[in-house]
């Protein structure tokens, strides 16, 4: 009986009533991550901008009247913040409104790839047999269709006449879902081997239980972290889309639509291609470190 | 401890043939894996069973087939004279109830990524019968205390812990549905030797308890001589001798038992020399296709022809006084213990 603990912890006395979980754990531990706490502001800042645009441009962007050819790719200025565009349209207001379009797609787009793979692939990992056979046969045949070829393909047959921010999802998620299947496969066959899961069948667990309260939370690690950088991915194939003229076109507004069009006139007018790109990649990076964060908390051992 | 009145389990021919296929789309059986071939025992109540034998005999299957983890290919598992049926969920839901295990590894048998409250409180959220939702956590800080761990580390994550604690935690789980029969499957073999002591010490303590009986699975014999009422040796998928634990020690009378035990390493260096030892020739054959007659006759210094024909069955031998499965059966002290 000699070891159990006895050496006592300076620290963390108080809530010893308070039962823990993985779940309160987690949430304990992200209130408490600056990393966490910097991302939640960023993506905070971003999801209000593109909701309420108008809150941090007084200028509309969607108005074209506004617009001024005579002062087209200018620079910096006290006028224009972020300099001037090709059809001379302020570049901070049409960034500000942009972030709408690329937020919207970057995050259905991940949420889709992650909900339809994460979720096929947690069954075809666990029961295996012919479902993994089925599903895994299913998601080789969108894998081995080339990612721009197809989005084309999908966006000129059902975006012809309605080319919006939802066909662009839908043809990003078509194409983007099996490789989540993939990584949550991997990961779920690898976790459902434990023997910790073999105790839970033992003592009776259905395979419910056994997938929610021990593959999942075991298997989800990789899944975060992938879904954190394809919102990147995202939002850049967004933009190459809109670029070949088959995704968001003009009037709409989008940082990969605005990259697009500033790329010809770069050495003029840089002003025009940096501001959209640094907010993609300041976008990008919170939701990288959202997942970070995430991943870490819910991981009791880097506690 | 004396066994009493009827057994608790029964085990009568228990078979696990694990088909071997080829193919990719059209699978066909080319033979079986006969990991378990033919298996009978009994337990009573509070008594422990040991069972040894070297790795590949089928110790860990029988352990999965008793556990219900795996379908027995056929025979059956009879617990308090009734039998188990996989297909009947309430059957299983109370046998689950009855007959609970200890892994080997506590690094492993543990997710980490639950508290230790949640490890071992989980037992009463899938039996719901067993606690009412406000009992549990106290009933879990209690069995924490039953097996010797602090009651306020309930809130802790498995890595917090070493591995006798961690092994200590496996087995709280265990006990959490107060069964009556618990299966350890080399309980201690990932542990260090003096934190092996303390955990035998603690399931022998809870025997007495709660009147546990146990199958204890090992390959360490003088872990299960220490712990064992009766002891069954395991070759190639059958039991080939079961006795009480000094038949088995003192009078073994199957040449694999002799050779076995002349092979624990003696601590007192006087006479380690002169003793003797057995030591057998070549590996043991494949499970998928096992020697005809007695499985051991390949590696057997006693074979003969007869061996090679008819299958011993495990009986009582003349000049012995326990079950053993070979025609020679003949008692031979190998260890000098009495």
Known sequence: MSDTLTEQKPVKPPKQKRPA?????????????????????????????????????????????????????????????????????????????????????????????????????????????????VLSRLAEVFFAVPSTLGALLILAVVGRDNAGIWTVVLALSVLAW???????????MSSKSQDYVVAARALGAGPGRIMQRHILPNAVAPVIVVATMNMGVFIAAEAALSFLGVGIQSPDISWGLMIADARNRFLQAPEALLFPALFLSITVLAFVMLGDAVRDAFDPKLR | MAPQGDPILEVRDLVKHFPLTQGIV???????????????????????????GESGCGKSTLAKLLMALEKPTSGT?????????????????????????????????????????????????????????????KKVQDLLEVVGLNPDHINRYPHQFSGGQRQRIGIARGLALQPEIIVCDEPVSALDVSIQAQVINLLERLQNEFGLAYIFIAHDLSVVRHISDRVAV?????????????????????????????????????????????????????????????R???????????????????????????????????????????
Not at chain 1, 178 to 188: E, G, K, Q
């Open chain 2, 234 to 294: 395991m070759y190639l998928g059958k039991i080939v001798e079961i006795g009480k634990d000094t038949e088995i020690y003192d009078k073994p009378s199957h040449p694999y038992t002799q050779a076995l035990l002349s092979a624990v390493p003696v601590p007192n260096p006087e006479g380690r020399e002169t003793r003797e030892r057995i030591i057998l020739q070549g590996d043991p054959p494949s499970p998928a296709n096992p020697p005809s007659g007695c």
């Open chain 2, 77 to 137: 598992v009879k617990v308090n004279g009734e039998v188990v049926d996989l297909h009947k969920g309430s059957n299983l839901k109370r046998f689950r109830r009855n007959i609970q295990m200890v892994m080997q590894d506590p690094y492993t048998s543990l997710n980490p990524r639950m508290t230790v409250g949640d490890i071992i409180g989980e037992p009463y959220e899938i039996h719901t019968e067993v606690a009412p939702k406000g009992d549990r956590r």
């Open chain 1, 178 to 188: 099996p490789m989540v299947l993939r990584i949550m496969r991997a990961a779920v």
């Open chain 1, 21 to 133: 979980s993985l779940w309160s754990d987690a949430l304990y531990d992200l209130r408490r991550s600056k990393v966490f706490i910097i991302a939640a502001v960023l993506i905070a800042i971003l999801v209000v901008m593109s909701i309420i645009p108008g809150l941090f441009s007084p200028v509309n962007a969607f108005d074209s009247s506004t617009c001024d050819l005579t002062i087209a790719r200018q620079g910096v200025s006290s006028a224009h913040w972020f300099g001037t565009d090709n059809l001379g349209c302020d570049t901070y207001s049409r960034v500000i409104y942009g972030a709408r379009i690329s937020i919207m797609v970057g995050v259905f787009s991940t949420l889709a790839t992650t909900l339809i793979g994460g979720l096929l692939g947690l069954l075809a990992g666990f029961y295996g047999r012919w479902t993994d056979t």
């Open chain 2, 26 to 52: 059209l699978k066909r059986q080319v033979g079986a894996i006969k990991a378990v071939d033919g298996v009978s025992f009994e337990l009573n109540r509070g008594e422990t069973l040991g069972v040894v």
């Open chain 2, 296 to 338: 051991f006759r390949t590696r057997c210094w006693k074979a003969q022809e007869i061996c090679a024909v008819e299958e011993p069955l495990l009986q009582i031998r003349p000049g012995t006084d326990h079950e053993s499965a070979c025609h020679f059966a003949e008692v031979h002290d190998v260890v000098g213990a009495s």
